[in-house]
Protein backbone atom coordinates (compact mmCIF):
# COMPACT_ATOMS: atom_id res chain seq x y z
CA UNK A 1 0.00 0.00 0.00
CA UNK A 2 1.38 3.78 -0.44
CA UNK A 3 1.32 5.46 2.48
CA UNK A 4 2.34 8.94 3.95
CA UNK A 5 3.76 9.41 7.26
CA UNK A 6 3.51 12.85 8.69
CA UNK A 7 6.13 14.10 11.22
CA UNK A 8 9.33 11.97 11.63
CA UNK A 9 9.94 11.82 15.25
CA UNK A 10 9.91 8.45 18.20
CA UNK A 11 6.41 7.97 16.29
CA UNK A 12 6.61 9.01 13.14
CA UNK A 13 9.96 7.51 12.11
CA UNK A 14 9.18 3.70 13.96
CA UNK A 15 5.79 3.86 12.38
CA UNK A 16 7.20 4.44 8.92
CA UNK A 17 9.88 1.65 9.06
CA UNK A 18 7.63 -0.49 10.36
CA UNK A 19 4.92 0.18 8.21
CA UNK A 20 7.53 -0.52 5.01
CA UNK A 21 8.99 -3.67 6.26
CA UNK A 22 5.86 -5.01 6.10
CA UNK A 23 6.11 -4.18 2.16
CA UNK A 24 4.42 -0.94 2.07
CA UNK A 25 5.69 2.01 0.13
CA UNK A 26 6.22 4.74 2.77
CA UNK A 27 6.99 8.53 2.04
CA UNK A 28 8.02 9.98 5.49
CA UNK A 29 7.42 14.23 5.76
CA UNK A 30 8.81 16.20 8.54
CA UNK A 31 9.53 20.37 7.48
CA UNK A 32 12.93 19.58 9.67
CA UNK A 33 14.88 19.74 7.38
CA UNK A 34 17.88 18.64 9.34
CA UNK A 35 16.20 15.66 10.22
CA UNK A 36 15.23 14.91 6.52
CA UNK A 37 19.33 15.33 5.86
CA UNK A 38 20.62 13.40 8.70
CA UNK A 39 18.12 10.32 7.80
CA UNK A 40 19.05 10.80 3.72
CA UNK A 41 22.61 10.48 4.93
CA UNK A 42 21.68 7.25 6.76
CA UNK A 43 21.76 8.32 10.68
CA UNK A 44 19.15 7.66 12.31
CA UNK A 45 18.43 11.05 14.71
CA UNK A 46 16.69 9.24 17.74
CA UNK A 47 18.16 6.23 20.11
CA UNK A 48 15.64 3.91 19.72
CA UNK A 49 16.81 0.13 19.54
CA UNK A 50 16.39 -1.86 16.80
CA UNK A 51 15.32 1.02 14.74
CA UNK A 52 18.33 1.37 12.77
CA UNK A 53 18.84 -1.62 10.44
CA UNK A 54 14.95 -1.50 9.89
CA UNK A 55 15.40 1.46 8.55
CA UNK A 56 18.35 1.25 5.90
CA UNK A 57 17.01 -1.80 5.00
CA UNK A 58 13.77 -0.39 3.72
CA UNK A 59 15.06 2.51 2.15
CA UNK A 60 17.96 0.43 0.55
CA UNK A 61 15.14 -1.65 -0.62
CA UNK A 62 13.33 1.44 -2.04
CA UNK A 63 10.27 1.49 0.10
CA UNK A 64 11.27 4.28 2.42
CA UNK A 65 11.40 7.69 1.73
CA UNK A 66 12.27 10.50 3.91
CA UNK A 67 11.64 14.32 2.94
CA UNK A 68 10.18 17.65 2.81
CA UNK A 69 8.34 17.87 -0.02
CA UNK A 70 4.72 18.40 1.24
CA UNK A 71 3.35 18.16 -2.33
CA UNK A 72 5.08 15.15 -2.98
CA UNK A 73 3.81 13.53 0.13
CA UNK A 74 -0.10 14.61 -0.01
CA UNK A 75 0.08 13.09 -3.66
CA UNK A 76 1.59 9.44 -2.47
CA UNK A 77 -0.40 7.90 -0.25
CA UNK A 78 -4.01 6.51 -0.17
CA UNK A 79 -3.48 6.52 3.62
CA UNK A 80 -1.95 9.91 5.39
CA UNK A 81 -0.81 9.32 9.12
CA UNK A 82 -0.25 12.61 11.17
CA UNK A 83 2.55 11.97 13.66
CA UNK A 84 3.48 15.51 14.30
CA UNK A 85 4.14 16.80 17.95
CA UNK A 86 1.16 17.88 20.31
CA UNK A 87 3.27 19.34 22.83
CA UNK A 88 1.84 20.98 25.75
CA UNK A 89 0.57 24.46 25.61
CA UNK A 90 1.08 26.93 28.66
CA UNK A 91 -2.54 25.93 29.99
CA UNK A 92 -1.75 22.28 29.78
CA UNK A 93 -3.78 21.92 26.96
CA UNK A 94 -2.29 19.77 24.27
CA UNK A 95 -1.02 22.07 21.21
CA UNK A 96 -3.24 21.06 17.83
CA UNK A 97 -1.27 23.85 15.81
CA UNK A 98 0.95 21.03 13.92
CA UNK A 99 -1.47 18.88 13.46
CA UNK A 100 -4.09 21.33 12.02
CA UNK A 101 -1.20 22.31 10.03
CA UNK A 102 -0.76 18.88 8.59
CA UNK A 103 -4.52 18.33 8.09
CA UNK A 104 -4.28 21.44 6.23
CA UNK A 105 -1.54 20.73 4.03
CA UNK A 106 -3.79 17.30 2.93
CA UNK A 107 -6.72 19.19 2.51
CA UNK A 108 -5.21 21.98 0.27
CA UNK A 109 -3.14 19.54 -2.54
CA UNK A 110 -5.07 16.09 -2.07
CA UNK A 111 -6.62 14.72 -5.34
CA UNK A 112 -8.71 11.11 -5.02
CA UNK A 113 -9.87 9.56 -1.93
CA UNK A 114 -7.49 9.74 1.07
CA UNK A 115 -8.27 8.40 4.86
CA UNK A 116 -6.34 11.01 7.36
CA UNK A 117 -5.30 8.68 10.38
CA UNK A 118 -4.82 10.67 13.46
CA UNK A 119 -1.91 8.82 15.46
CA UNK A 120 -0.63 11.74 17.31
CA UNK A 121 -2.24 11.79 21.06
CA UNK A 122 -5.37 13.91 20.34
CA UNK A 123 -8.15 15.33 22.88
CA UNK A 124 -11.45 14.51 22.19
CA UNK A 125 -12.95 16.32 19.42
CA UNK A 126 -9.83 16.37 17.53
CA UNK A 127 -11.21 14.27 14.61
CA UNK A 128 -13.97 16.94 13.99
CA UNK A 129 -11.42 19.91 13.98
CA UNK A 130 -9.58 17.62 11.02
CA UNK A 131 -12.67 17.17 9.20
CA UNK A 132 -13.24 20.84 8.95
CA UNK A 133 -9.97 21.95 8.59
CA UNK A 134 -9.65 19.80 5.64
CA UNK A 135 -13.45 20.77 4.36
CA UNK A 136 -11.98 24.78 5.09
CA UNK A 137 -9.16 24.34 2.37
CA UNK A 138 -12.06 22.34 -0.05
CA UNK A 139 -13.50 24.95 -0.10
CA UNK A 140 -10.87 27.41 -0.87
CA UNK A 141 -10.40 25.74 -3.69
CA UNK A 142 -13.90 25.40 -5.07
CA UNK A 143 -13.99 21.88 -5.29
CA UNK A 144 -13.45 19.08 -2.55
CA UNK A 145 -12.77 15.11 -2.48
CA UNK A 146 -13.97 12.46 -0.64
CA UNK A 147 -11.90 11.55 3.00
CA UNK A 148 -12.31 10.22 5.77
CA UNK A 149 -10.91 11.27 9.17
CA UNK A 150 -9.57 8.03 11.80
CA UNK A 151 -8.33 8.47 15.19
CA UNK A 152 -5.36 5.55 15.46
CA UNK A 153 -4.07 6.37 18.76
CA UNK A 154 -0.31 4.93 19.07
CA UNK A 155 0.67 2.97 22.40
CA UNK A 156 4.33 2.11 21.59
CA UNK A 157 7.04 2.84 24.24
CA UNK A 158 10.06 4.86 23.37
CA UNK A 159 12.70 1.94 24.20
CA UNK A 160 10.68 -1.32 23.03
CA UNK A 161 8.99 1.17 20.31
CA UNK A 162 9.87 -1.68 17.19
CA UNK A 163 8.57 -4.74 19.56
CA UNK A 164 5.45 -2.73 20.05
CA UNK A 165 4.75 -1.81 16.87
CA UNK A 166 5.37 -5.07 15.27
CA UNK A 167 3.89 -6.82 17.90
CA UNK A 168 0.84 -4.61 19.39
CA UNK A 169 -1.10 -5.82 22.49
CA UNK A 170 -4.29 -3.55 20.59
CA UNK A 171 -4.54 -1.13 17.30
CA UNK A 172 -7.87 0.62 17.78
CA UNK A 173 -9.27 2.26 14.99
CA UNK A 174 -11.49 4.82 15.72
CA UNK A 175 -14.04 5.19 12.62
CA UNK A 176 -17.77 4.68 11.49
CA UNK A 177 -16.70 4.77 7.28
CA UNK A 178 -15.98 1.14 6.60
CA UNK A 179 -14.52 1.88 3.51
CA UNK A 180 -11.85 3.50 6.10
CA UNK A 181 -11.93 0.77 8.50
CA UNK A 182 -11.15 -2.15 5.28
CA UNK A 183 -7.74 0.13 4.80
CA UNK A 184 -6.84 0.11 7.96
CA UNK A 185 -7.40 -3.61 8.78
CA UNK A 186 -5.37 -4.26 5.47
CA UNK A 187 -2.47 -2.06 6.54
CA UNK A 188 -2.51 -3.50 9.48
CA UNK A 189 -3.15 -6.98 9.09
CA UNK A 190 1.09 -8.28 8.79
CA UNK A 191 0.80 -7.41 12.50
CA UNK A 192 -1.57 -9.13 14.07
CA UNK A 193 -1.05 -12.86 12.60
CA UNK A 194 -1.76 -14.66 15.21
CA UNK A 195 -4.53 -13.02 16.71
CA UNK A 196 -6.99 -10.01 15.97
CA UNK A 197 -5.81 -6.87 17.70
CA UNK A 198 -8.02 -4.18 15.93
CA UNK A 199 -10.44 -3.24 18.10
CA UNK A 200 -12.67 -0.43 16.50
CA UNK A 201 -14.80 1.88 17.99
CA UNK A 202 -16.21 5.72 17.64
CA UNK A 203 -13.96 7.46 17.14
CA UNK A 204 -14.30 9.85 20.64
CA UNK A 205 -13.93 6.76 22.49
CA UNK A 206 -10.80 6.30 20.65
CA UNK A 207 -9.06 9.37 21.15
CA UNK A 208 -10.28 9.22 25.20
CA UNK A 209 -8.56 5.56 24.66
CA UNK A 210 -5.29 6.90 24.63
CA UNK A 211 -5.27 9.39 27.39
CA UNK A 212 -7.12 7.33 29.80
CA UNK A 213 -4.58 4.32 29.34
CA UNK A 214 -1.49 6.69 30.04
CA UNK A 215 -3.54 8.60 32.86
CA UNK A 216 -4.27 4.77 34.20
CA UNK A 217 -0.33 4.06 34.18
CA UNK A 218 1.04 7.16 35.46
CA UNK A 219 -1.80 6.47 38.35
CA UNK A 220 -0.34 3.67 38.98
CA UNK A 221 3.29 5.21 39.60
CA UNK A 222 1.91 8.07 41.48
CA UNK A 223 0.22 5.67 43.77
CA UNK A 224 2.95 3.58 44.40
CA UNK A 225 5.07 6.71 44.86
CA UNK A 226 2.53 8.08 47.50
CA UNK A 227 3.05 4.49 49.27
CA UNK A 228 6.71 4.63 49.06
CA UNK A 229 6.60 7.58 50.84
CA UNK A 230 4.36 6.42 53.76
CA UNK A 231 6.27 3.53 53.73
CA UNK A 232 9.58 5.32 54.80
CA UNK A 233 7.61 6.73 57.41
CA UNK A 234 6.26 3.83 58.72
CA UNK A 235 8.73 1.44 58.34
CA UNK A 236 7.32 -0.83 55.66
CA UNK A 237 9.02 -1.21 52.30
CA UNK A 238 7.40 -0.56 49.28
CA UNK A 239 9.07 -3.70 47.26
CA UNK A 240 7.57 -5.88 49.92
CA UNK A 241 4.45 -4.19 49.07
CA UNK A 242 4.77 -4.31 45.42
CA UNK A 243 5.55 -8.03 45.58
CA UNK A 244 2.50 -8.23 47.58
CA UNK A 245 -0.27 -6.71 45.18
CA UNK A 246 1.20 -7.29 42.82
CA UNK A 247 0.54 -11.37 42.58
CA UNK A 248 -3.26 -10.54 42.53
CA UNK A 249 -4.18 -11.14 38.73
CA UNK A 250 -6.39 -7.68 39.44
CA UNK A 251 -3.50 -5.90 39.79
CA UNK A 252 -0.71 -7.15 38.18
CA UNK A 253 3.07 -6.65 38.29
CA UNK A 254 4.06 -4.12 35.75
CA UNK A 255 4.25 -0.30 36.22
CA UNK A 256 3.95 -0.63 40.00
CA UNK A 257 7.96 0.75 40.62
CA UNK A 258 8.22 3.10 43.41
CA UNK A 259 10.72 6.36 42.03
CA UNK A 260 11.60 9.95 41.31
CA UNK A 261 8.85 10.89 39.47
CA UNK A 262 7.33 9.89 35.98
CA UNK A 263 8.58 11.72 32.82
CA UNK A 264 8.80 11.38 29.09
CA UNK A 265 7.16 12.74 26.31
CA UNK A 266 3.84 11.70 27.02
CA UNK A 267 2.79 10.88 30.62
CA UNK A 268 3.28 14.89 32.04
CA UNK A 269 1.76 16.01 29.18
CA UNK A 270 -1.58 13.36 28.14
CA UNK A 271 -2.35 13.58 32.04
CA UNK A 272 -2.10 17.30 31.87
CA UNK A 273 -4.10 17.57 28.76
CA UNK A 274 -6.77 15.05 29.88
CA UNK A 275 -7.43 17.11 32.96
CA UNK A 276 -7.53 20.38 30.79
CA UNK A 277 -10.26 18.69 28.32
CA UNK A 278 -12.53 17.59 31.23
CA UNK A 279 -12.70 20.66 32.99
CA UNK A 280 -13.71 22.65 29.27
CA UNK A 281 -16.55 19.83 29.42
CA UNK A 282 -17.53 21.10 32.77
CA UNK A 283 -16.75 17.44 34.38
CA UNK A 284 -12.75 18.11 36.46
CA UNK A 285 -10.88 14.81 36.91
CA UNK A 286 -9.64 14.81 40.90
CA UNK A 287 -8.08 11.59 40.59
CA UNK A 288 -5.99 12.80 37.48
CA UNK A 289 -5.45 15.88 39.31
CA UNK A 290 -4.08 14.17 42.29
CA UNK A 291 -1.58 11.80 39.95
CA UNK A 292 0.16 15.08 38.42
CA UNK A 293 -0.06 17.04 42.13
CA UNK A 294 1.75 13.67 43.46
CA UNK A 295 4.12 13.08 40.73
CA UNK A 296 5.37 16.56 40.65
CA UNK A 297 6.38 16.68 44.35
CA UNK A 298 8.31 13.24 43.85
CA UNK A 299 10.68 14.88 41.64
CA UNK A 300 11.67 16.74 44.54
CA UNK A 301 12.21 14.03 46.70
CA UNK A 302 16.10 12.74 45.90
CA UNK A 303 17.24 16.57 46.43
CA UNK A 304 15.22 16.60 49.70
CA UNK A 305 17.28 13.15 50.91
CA UNK A 306 20.54 14.86 49.68
CA UNK A 307 19.83 17.91 51.68
CA UNK A 308 19.11 16.36 54.48
CA UNK A 309 21.98 14.11 54.35
CA UNK A 310 24.40 16.89 54.10
CA UNK A 311 22.76 19.44 56.87
CA UNK A 312 20.77 21.39 54.12
CA UNK A 313 23.91 23.23 52.60
CA UNK A 314 25.16 21.64 49.26
CA UNK A 315 27.19 24.59 48.72
CA UNK A 316 30.92 23.53 46.91
CA UNK A 317 29.39 19.69 47.11
CA UNK A 318 29.54 17.44 44.06
CA UNK A 319 27.05 14.91 43.07
CA UNK A 320 27.53 12.26 40.40
CA UNK A 321 24.55 11.63 39.01
CA UNK A 322 24.09 8.44 36.72
CA UNK A 323 20.84 8.29 34.25
CA UNK A 324 19.50 11.33 32.46
CA UNK A 325 17.14 10.10 30.15
CA UNK A 326 13.59 10.09 31.51
CA UNK A 327 13.57 5.89 31.52
CA UNK A 328 16.06 3.08 30.16
CA UNK A 329 16.62 2.28 26.21
CA UNK A 330 16.04 6.26 25.17
CA UNK A 331 17.82 9.37 24.70
CA UNK A 332 14.82 11.68 25.10
CA UNK A 333 14.61 13.70 28.45
CA UNK A 334 11.55 15.36 27.87
CA UNK A 335 10.32 16.18 31.92
CA UNK A 336 12.98 13.60 33.02
CA UNK A 337 13.29 13.54 36.81
CA UNK A 338 16.85 14.44 36.65
CA UNK A 339 16.33 17.63 34.96
CA UNK A 340 14.45 18.70 38.26
CA UNK A 341 16.81 16.81 40.05
CA UNK A 342 19.95 19.33 38.32
CA UNK A 343 17.88 22.37 39.14
CA UNK A 344 17.09 21.70 42.79
CA UNK A 345 21.13 20.51 43.10
CA UNK A 346 22.77 23.42 41.30
CA UNK A 347 20.58 25.97 42.49
CA UNK A 348 21.74 24.84 46.12
CA UNK A 349 24.91 25.71 44.89
CA UNK A 350 25.60 21.80 44.43
CA UNK A 351 27.87 20.46 41.20
CA UNK A 352 26.44 17.50 39.56
CA UNK A 353 28.56 15.59 36.85
CA UNK A 354 26.10 13.58 34.77
CA UNK A 355 26.75 10.15 33.00
CA UNK A 356 23.73 8.53 30.59
CA UNK A 357 24.61 6.31 27.83
CA UNK A 358 22.57 7.36 25.20
CA UNK A 359 21.07 10.64 26.22
CA UNK A 360 24.82 12.66 26.59
CA UNK A 361 23.78 14.82 23.40
CA UNK A 362 20.32 15.72 23.92
CA UNK A 363 21.50 16.81 27.70
CA UNK A 364 24.27 19.43 25.99
CA UNK A 365 21.35 20.94 24.03
CA UNK A 366 19.03 21.02 26.90
CA UNK A 367 21.30 21.69 29.94
CA UNK A 368 24.59 22.44 28.35
CA UNK A 369 24.43 26.34 30.00
CA UNK A 370 24.30 25.67 32.92
CA UNK A 371 27.84 26.20 34.87
CA UNK A 372 27.67 23.90 37.24
CA UNK A 373 27.07 21.02 35.01
CA UNK A 374 29.35 18.84 33.32
CA UNK A 375 28.38 15.88 31.10
CA UNK A 376 30.83 13.11 31.01
CA UNK A 377 31.29 9.77 29.06
CA UNK A 378 31.41 7.04 31.61
CA UNK A 379 29.77 6.45 34.61
CA UNK A 380 33.37 6.24 36.31
CA UNK A 381 33.95 9.81 34.95
CA UNK A 382 30.67 10.96 36.82
CA UNK A 383 32.42 9.48 39.76
CA UNK A 384 35.46 11.66 39.63
CA UNK A 385 36.14 14.49 42.62
CA UNK A 386 32.23 13.67 43.56
CA UNK A 387 30.89 13.36 47.77
CA UNK A 388 28.35 11.01 46.51
CA UNK A 389 26.21 8.84 44.05
CA UNK A 390 22.93 9.46 42.81
CA UNK A 391 21.10 7.22 40.19
CA UNK A 392 17.76 8.41 38.01
CA UNK A 393 17.61 6.63 35.17
CA UNK A 394 17.50 2.66 34.97
CA UNK A 395 19.94 1.44 32.85
CA UNK A 396 21.11 -2.05 33.28
CA UNK A 397 24.77 -0.69 33.50
CA UNK A 398 23.89 0.88 36.63
CA UNK A 399 22.32 -2.13 38.17
CA UNK A 400 25.36 -4.13 39.15
CA UNK A 401 28.36 -1.43 39.78
CA UNK A 402 31.72 -2.04 41.25
CA UNK A 403 30.93 -0.81 45.02
CA UNK A 404 34.70 -1.56 45.85
CA UNK A 405 35.32 1.03 42.88
CA UNK A 406 32.48 3.46 43.93
CA UNK A 407 33.98 3.54 47.37
CA UNK A 408 37.59 4.55 46.75
CA UNK A 409 36.14 7.94 45.15
CA UNK A 410 33.11 8.76 46.81
CA UNK A 411 34.22 11.27 49.41
CA UNK A 412 31.08 10.92 51.37
CA UNK A 413 30.16 7.24 51.19
CA UNK A 414 26.60 7.83 50.26
CA UNK A 415 23.79 5.98 47.41
CA UNK A 416 20.92 8.31 46.53
CA UNK A 417 18.45 5.60 44.37
CA UNK A 418 15.57 6.99 42.76
CA UNK A 419 15.36 3.69 40.87
CA UNK A 420 15.85 1.09 44.09
CA UNK A 421 18.51 -0.77 41.71
CA UNK A 422 20.01 -2.49 44.83
CA UNK A 423 19.91 -4.38 48.07
CA UNK A 424 20.00 -2.42 50.82
CA UNK A 425 21.43 -4.91 52.46
CA UNK A 426 24.55 -5.84 50.52
CA UNK A 427 24.86 -1.85 50.45
CA UNK A 428 25.04 -1.38 54.46
CA UNK A 429 27.26 -4.39 54.42
CA UNK A 430 29.93 -2.46 52.16
CA UNK A 431 29.39 0.45 54.44
CA UNK A 432 27.50 2.66 52.10
CA UNK A 433 24.49 4.76 53.08
CA UNK A 434 21.72 4.26 51.07
CA UNK A 435 18.79 6.38 50.68
CA UNK A 436 16.69 4.56 48.05
CA UNK A 437 12.66 4.87 47.52
CA UNK A 438 10.45 3.47 50.11
CA UNK A 439 12.46 0.63 51.22
CA UNK A 440 12.90 -0.90 54.56
CA UNK A 441 16.67 0.13 55.75
N1 LIG B 1 7.06 9.40 21.98
C1 LIG B 1 6.25 8.43 22.37
O1 LIG B 1 6.64 7.50 23.06
C2 LIG B 1 4.80 8.46 21.96
C3 LIG B 1 4.03 7.29 22.14
C4 LIG B 1 2.70 7.30 21.74
C5 LIG B 1 2.16 8.46 21.21
N2 LIG B 1 2.93 9.58 21.08
C6 LIG B 1 2.32 10.78 20.48
O2 LIG B 1 2.71 10.83 19.11
C7 LIG B 1 2.88 12.20 18.69
C8 LIG B 1 4.29 12.40 18.19
O3 LIG B 1 5.20 12.18 19.26
P1 LIG B 1 6.78 12.09 19.04
O4 LIG B 1 7.37 11.77 20.35
O5 LIG B 1 7.03 11.24 17.85
O6 LIG B 1 7.07 13.63 18.66
P2 LIG B 1 8.43 14.26 18.13
O7 LIG B 1 8.46 15.64 18.70
O8 LIG B 1 9.57 13.34 18.37
O9 LIG B 1 8.22 14.34 16.54
C9 LIG B 1 7.28 15.13 15.90
C10 LIG B 1 7.81 15.50 14.52
O10 LIG B 1 6.77 16.13 13.76
C11 LIG B 1 7.38 17.13 12.92
N3 LIG B 1 6.35 18.06 12.45
C12 LIG B 1 5.70 19.02 13.15
N4 LIG B 1 4.78 19.62 12.38
C13 LIG B 1 4.83 19.02 11.17
C14 LIG B 1 4.10 19.18 9.97
N5 LIG B 1 3.09 20.06 9.84
N6 LIG B 1 4.43 18.38 8.91
C15 LIG B 1 5.42 17.46 9.03
N7 LIG B 1 6.12 17.27 10.15
C16 LIG B 1 5.84 18.03 11.20
C17 LIG B 1 8.45 17.71 13.80
O11 LIG B 1 9.44 18.39 13.06
C18 LIG B 1 8.99 16.46 14.52
O12 LIG B 1 10.07 15.90 13.82
C19 LIG B 1 2.54 13.04 19.92
O13 LIG B 1 1.19 13.40 19.86
C20 LIG B 1 2.76 12.09 21.08
O14 LIG B 1 1.99 12.41 22.20
C21 LIG B 1 4.24 9.59 21.42
Known amino acids: MKVTVIGTGYVGLVTGACLADAGNNVFCLDLDEKKIKKLNDGEIPIFEPGLEPIVQRNEQAGRLKFSTDIAASVAHGEIQIIAVGTPPSEDGSADMQHVIAAARNVGRLMEG?????????????????????????????????????????????????????????????????SRAITLLRQLYSPFQRNRERII???????????????????????????????????????????????????????????????????????VKALQRSAQEAGMPLKLVHAVEEVNEAQKHVLATKIRKHFGENLKGKTIALWGLAFKANTDDMREAASVALIDDLTRDGASVRAYDPAAREVAQSMLGKNPRLAIVDSAEAALEGADVLCIVTEWQEFRSPDFAAIKTKLKSLAIFDGRNLYDPAALKAQGIAYYPIGRRL
Not at 252 to 265: H, M, P, R, V
Open 113 to 177: YKVVVTKSTVPVGTADRVKQAIIEEHKKRGRGNDFSVVSNPEFLKEGAAVEDFMRPDRIIVGSDD
Open 200 to 270: VMGVRSAELTKYAANAMLAARISFMNELANLSEVIGADIEEVRRGIGSDPRIGYQFLYAGAGYGGSCFPKD
